[in-house]
């Protein structure tokens, strides 16, 4: 007998599935079973790369671009997927602007909204629109946020990614007690340091590439933690 796929039949909807942990967790959702549709804001090329590895899992894909902090592009990009897949299972919330290393004295307004909108209001968006959805179908699903370790350990010049990220964790629990009378479970994945594009020159300019501890943070299993909450 065959592995047995604990995701076979599910729809799975992953923002910013283009690279690092958005990239890695559609790959694991295909292997356990799932169709996977993944958005992208400016690489295609590496969405396009993304969406080969689904398939070479023997499921169906999808690629759709989204700036995930405009509100009508969220909703045109949910009817797309719903067009070509009837439902969406799964959401899992990931791509978001790191940190801009600009302390709160020196931080232009446009920069700190930039972050809130696409940190915050992106997920709150996507997460409204999958409940909505939800609810149609009488409950069910999942949603996982990813937040960062960084919701409760601040750090110098990272004002709006934390306060984005302290504003997930509290988003996740409240719509938890929210939706579990719907079936809808709700969690957040809380990742320290891993080596991703959108990390990987902050840990250049502080680990040495022998170190060990550096080719540890290439390791990327936060997908193994997200298919565990399916």
């Not at 969406?51 to 999808?62: N, P, T, V, W």
């Not at 232009?108 to 709150?124: A, H, P, V």
Request: charged content about 25%; hydrophobic content about 40%; proline content about 2%.
């Amino acid at each position: 007998m065959g592995k047995e796929r604990k995701l076979s039949g599910k729809v799975a909807f992953i923002t910013g599935g283009d690279s690092g942990i958005g990239e890695a967790t559609a790959i694991e959702f295909a292997n356990e079973g799932a169709d996977v549709v993944i958005t992208y804001h400016t690489d295609k090329d590496a969405a396009q790369n993304t969406l080969k590895k689904i398939e070479e899992a023997g499921q169906s894909g999808m690629i759709l671009k989204m700036d995930q902090s405009k509100e009508v592009e969220v909703e045109e990009t949910f009817d797309k997927a719903l067009d070509k897949f009837g439902s969406i299972d799964i959401l899992f919330n990931n791509a978001g602007l790191n940190y801009s290393e600009v302390k709160l004295a020196d931080m232009d307004t446009e920069t700190f909204d930039k972050i809130i909108k696409t940190n915050l209001y992106g997920y709150f968006y996507c997460c409204r629109r999958f409940v909505q959805e939800r609810l149609k179908n009488n409950g069910g699903g999942k949603i996982i946020n990813v937040s960062s370790v960084h919701e409760e350990i601040p750090k110098v010049g990272a004002t709006a990614y934390h306060c984005s990220k302290g504003a997930i964790k509290n988003l996740t629990q409240t719509m938890a007690l929210e939706l579990a009378e719907h079936g809808i479970n709700v969690n957040a994945i809380a990742p320290g340091m891993i080596l991703t594009p959108m990390n990987q020159e902050a840990i250049e300019r502080k680990l040495n590439p022998s170190f060990q501890v550096y080719q540890w943070f290439q390791q990327i299993f936060i997908q193994n933690v997200a298919s565990i909450n399916c």
